[in-house]
């Protein structure tokens, strides 16, 4: 997530892979992505690995396996390659499909893409198999915060919080499910039952 892709003034998150290696839900490997600011259109991108304590906790601490690799805000590719590791962070195609027009004249589909023209952030870590522990039977989650705080695609506020259990904040649902239901009708009743359902699955 990049500072150009958010409202004015949000902070690029941190992104944790987290891997289980033991099934019991808790974290003992964990990859870190943390981003500089973005400063005169430029941005870097570091990545950590994590184990033990420092795994399953909401530190930013690990062995440092890569460092300041620039952060692509257009159609160039940077991959920077560490020993066994390889990372890339930058703007790619969207390769989502969706037909808005017909979403919003009643399911009557046109065949045009909304998001043909529309790019996403994209990470991707390449890593040894050895770096994922010796248990072939893994668990993997994805997590994004600000360290203080995560974030999930379908999560709200939640407070009080503590170390092992930050407060989520959605940043994804609100927006996109209102700006889609809002179409159900232009009463104000009806536009009270979308935005409420959209409070209630957000």
């Given at each position: 997530?990049?500072?150009?892709?958010?409202?004015?003034?949000?902070?690029?998150p941190?992104?944790?892979?987290?891997?289980?290696?033991?099934?019991?839900?808790?974290a003992?490997?964990?990859?870190?992505?943390?981003?500089?600011?973005?400063?005169?259109?430029?941005?870097?991108?570091?990545?950590?690995?994590?184990?033990?304590?420092?795994?399953?906790?909401?530190?930013?601490?690990?062995?440092?396996?890569?460092?300041d690799?620039?952060?692509?805000?257009?159609?160039?590719?940077?991959?920077?390659?560490?020993?066994?590791?390889?990372?890339?962070?930058?703007?790619?195609?969207d390769?989502?499909?969706?037909?808005?027009?017909?979403?919003?004249?009643?399911?009557?589909?046109?065949?045009?893409?909304?998001?043909?023209?529309?790019?996403?952030?994209?990470?991707?870590?390449?890593?040894?198999?050895?770096?994922?522990?010796?248990?072939p039977?893994?668990?993997?989650?994805?997590?994004?915060?600000?360290?203080?705080?995560?974030?999930?695609?379908?999560?709200?506020?939640?407070?009080?919080?503590?170390?092992?259990?930050?407060?989520?904040?959605?940043?994804?649902?609100?927006?996109?499910?209102?700006?889609?239901?809002?179409?159900?009708?232009?009463?104000?009743?009806?536009?009270?039952?979308?935005?409420?359902?959209?409070?209630?699955?957000s």
């Amino acid at each position: 997530m990049a500072d150009h892709l958010d409202a004015p003034g949000l902070k690029s998150p941190n992104m944790d892979a987290e891997i289980d290696t033991d099934a019991d839900a808790v974290a003992e490997i964990a990859f870190r992505i943390t981003f500089s600011p973005k400063v005169k259109g430029k941005q870097t991108a570091r990545v950590r690995r994590a184990t033990g304590a420092e795994a399953a906790g909401n530190s930013s601490g690990g062995q440092l396996i890569i460092k300041d690799t620039p952060v692509n805000f257009d159609s160039s590719i940077t991959i920077m390659e560490s020993g066994p590791y390889k990372f890339y962070a930058g703007l790619r195609s969207d390769p989502f499909f969706f037909d808005l027009l017909g979403f919003l004249n009643g399911f009557k589909f046109t065949g045009s893409d909304f998001f043909i023209d529309k790019n996403v952030f994209s990470m991707v870590l390449e890593v040894p198999n050895t770096a994922l522990g010796a248990n072939p039977k893994i668990g993997i989650w994805v997590r994004g915060g600000l360290r203080s705080t995560r974030c999930s695609t379908m999560g709200t506020p939640r407070t009080p919080s503590t170390a092992s259990h930050p407060p989520r904040t959605g940043r994804s649902s609100r927006p996109v499910l209102w700006r889609r239901w809002s179409h159900l009708g232009t009463t104000p009743a009806r536009r009270r039952r979308s935005r409420s359902f959209c409070s209630r699955i957000s």
